[in-house]
């Protein structure tokens, strides 16, 4: 039963109908999500776009773990039709009647019901285990190549009700199938024929050694084409379907991603872009066609006559092939790309991605971020510092960049910082420290932004991933050189002072003498550096995830852990941190920023960039840590006045109050008479 929507036509009537409502909505909504949610999602944007199908002008596109569809009718102006969260990375999209099947990671088996096009929604879910990162569709079966599970045969004749067949345990890259044998790539153990003609019971029937690593497979009635990742295109004869016999090896020129056979075609898609190659004699494959790409990475392609369109990392490109000698662009869509890092400036995100490098979000309403700035640099952005109004950007292949962001709209280069590479940046008033890897820490002086000069450096043990400075001292993430001190209050004469070891330190923050190191699977490591000459360990706590960076908030610590999502662990007693939230993302969080206290901007990698809030502060409106009815009179001043309710309660937010990420709207009333019941 749905919960009533309260809306009300005077303000001053407000108060009196939600107290009147605490004890009748009570029997209406007895149960509600808010009861045991911490975090919850509010928002998810951009992220890696991996997959891509076509029918009937249309194109179905992944975005991290949104599902895009595309009105093509015009390749040169693409348009968005309709859209719909997943879960999970999208890897692969088959489509069958009025469903999109789709292998979604962690979310393993998706389908979702297309029909309408402007509201598509997901009518059935399927686990696999692991993450499902392949799937090929034949007749009324999907076949899904899980990496950590393995092979899962499903009935699809009615996708709305997918059916489980039968499985094979092994590690699985790719898949595919010809007759009764399934053919499986499995990374450097080679390629695993499984007999599927009984799908309930799928056997074994012989492995083909490789001389690289399988990744991805396709297959003809008569021929297999195998990708050995980094080195190859292998062809295999399938005239002895249980012993496919290597005729031929094709290089792709770089690192092939995926494989698609139409007629007597292979399109071969990865590093500089997708070859066609001609395989009418599929013991002399030939390129015929080339695509470069040198700004983006292929994923996928499909294909629409002599139209093609690719997934490329950042979005759709559609291909003009008639010619395949000179392929011609003829439009492109962009969904964001992946997202390495994140910083919060006032209502502001600004991060760091594939393409363009630099993206920044309006984040006023967190339910639903808006682009307002972009600016490209060739290379791979990997660090973000805000300082007043400017961003400080280090990456890989590229000088670290200085970007005056004071129209956040319109970001303009200002200065390189250095003419090297550098992982990560903390600048602190007139100083850029730089965190070099293999070459240690550098200080520039930014004092003039357009014309900045090193100051200082010096080499340390390990590769500095990372750097945080906290008075005059800087403290280093070195990986396997530990958490390095640094005094650098001579900025020319950067001195080791102090260091304390672990087996990876990642990230580190640091606050009120104590310092917070990511150590990869050693999990938060707490260390007090009151006295920097001598650190020593207060505690740790490593409950299976990997700590990769860890951003702070009060007594909380926000800890990115790649697959594992956001850990909220407790600091309050450094010697006894423990985890009090996680909240899974679709891909891989790599770092989190905190917005009006109770929000999270999370860096998703290939997942794009997700917003999500803490569900155990929406409601105290009051900000006394209870969720009561003395939170309603501040309920209703956000409600009507905004400005009155920051004036009377300066140490709140009216975000408390705003449960859908829209602000404080008639649709937050049932929302927060549920919470106050249920608290």
């Given at each position: 039963?749905n ?52 029918a ?30 997943i ?12 469903h999109?099947?789709v ?13 309408n ?28 190549a ?48 499984i ?93 015929i ?10 994923e996928?392609?499909?294909l ?45 995100a ?16 967190p ?48 200065g ?33 932004k357009?014309?900045p ?15 945080a ?9 070195a ?19 102090g ?123 009051n ?22 309710y ?26 927060f ?7």
């Amino acid at each position: 039963m749905n919960c009533p929507l309260i809306i009300v036509s005077s303000p001053r009537r407000t108060g009196l109908v939600l107290f009147g409502l605490l004890a009748g909505l009570s029997a209406l909504c007895p149960e509600s999500a808010l009861a045991e949610c911490n975090y919850t999602p509010l928002w998810q944007g951009g992220g890696e776009s991996r997959a891509v199908a076509y029918a009937a002008s249309k194109a179905y596109i992944g975005s991290g773990s949104r599902m895009m569809i595309l009105n093509v009718a015009n390749p040169a102006s693409p348009g968005f039709v309709g859209g719909v969260q997943i879960g999970g990375a999208i890897h692969v999209i088959c489509l069958s009647g009025n469903h999109a099947l789709v292998a979604a990671g962690t979310a393993g088996l998706q389908v979702v019901n297309i029909q309408n096009s402007i509201a598509p929604f997901v009518a059935a879910s399927e686990a696999t285990g692991g993450d499902a990162v392949d799937m090929t569709l034949v007749g009324t079966r999907a076949y899904v190549a899980d990496y950590y599970t393995g092979l899962h045969i499903y009935d699809v004749a009615n996708p709305a009700a997918p059916a489980l067949l039968g499985s094979y345990a092994m590690s699985a890259d790719g898949v595919a199938v010809v007759g009764n044998h399934a053919y499986v790539t499995n990374g450097y153990a080679g390629i695993k024929v499984i007999d599927v003609s009984n799908p309930a019971a799928p056997v074994l029937a012989n492995t083909i050694d490789t001389d690289g690593y399988a990744n991805r497979a396709a297959a003809n009635a008569t021929h297999l084409y195998v990708i050995e990742y980094g080195s190859q295109v292998t062809v295999f004869s399938l005239a002895n379907p249980t012993t496919p016999a290597e005729i031929a090896t094709y290089p792709p020129g770089a690192y092939a991603q995926t494989l698609s056979i139409v007629g007597t075609r292979l399109y071969v898609a990865g590093g500089g872009g997708v070859q066609v190659v001609n395989i009418a004699s599929p013991g002399s494959p030939a390129q015929i066609g080339f695509w470069g790409l040198s700004d983006t990475y292929p994923e996928s392609v499909a294909l629409n006559g002599n139209t093609m369109y690719v997934a490329d990392s950042v979005g759709m490109q559609i291909v003009n092939i008639a010619t395949v000698a000179t392929p011609a662009g003829q439009g492109r869509y962009v969904t964001g790309g992946a997202i390495r890092d994140v910083e919060i400036s006032g209502s502001h995100a600004v991060t760091l991605g594939d393409n363009p490098d630099l993206r920044i979000f309006n984040i006023t309403n967190p339910g639903s971020p808006l682009v307002v700035g972009s600016l490209s640099q060739y290379g791979q952005a990997y660090g973000l510092d805000i300082s007043g109004s400017y961003a400080f950007v280090a990456g890989a292949y590229m000088a670290p960049l200085i970007v005056n962001v004071t129209n956040m709209n319109a970001p303009v280069f200002t200065g390189v910082l250095d003419d090297t590479t550098a992982s990560e940046i903390d600048v602190v008033g007139n100083f850029a420290y730089m965190a070099m890897g293999s070459a240690g820490l550098r200080i520039v002086n930014v004092t003039n932004k357009a014309n900045p000069v090193v100051a200082g450096s010096l080499n340390t043990p390990g590769e500095v991933d990372a750097v945080a400075v906290s008075g005059s001292f800087a403290y280093l993430a070195a990986v396997s050189g530990g958490l390095q001190i640094i005094n650098v209050a001579n900025p020319a004469a950067p001195a080791l002072v102090g260091t304390y070891l672990t087996p990876t330190a990642f990230d580190v923050a640091v606050s009120a003498g104590k310092a917070y190191v990511c150590d990869g699977y050693g999990g938060l490591v707490i260390v007090n550096v009151s006295n920097p000459a001598s650190p020593a360990l207060l505690g740790s706590i490593s409950p299976g995830f990997r700590a990769l960076s860890v951003t702070l908030s009060g007594t909380l610590a926000y800890v990115s852990a790649g697959d594992d999502g956001v850990v909220v662990v407790d600091v309050s007693n450094p010697a006894l941190p423990y985890v009090v939230d996680q909240f899974d993302t679709p891909a891989n969080a790599v770092e989190v920023g905190i917005f009006n206290g109770n929000r999270l901007v999370i860096a998703d990698y290939d997942g794009g960039l997700v917003t999500a809030t803490r569900c155990d502060t929406l409601g105290d409106m009051n900000c006394d840590g209870l969720i009561d009815g003395e939170d309603v009179q501040g309920f209703v001043l956000a409600f009507q006045n905004p400005a009155a309710y920051a004036i009377s309660y300066p140490s709140c937010n009216t975000s408390n109050g705003d449960f859908n990420g829209n602000g404080v709207t008639t649709t937050d009333v049932p929302l927060f008479v549920q919470n106050v019941l249920l608290n």
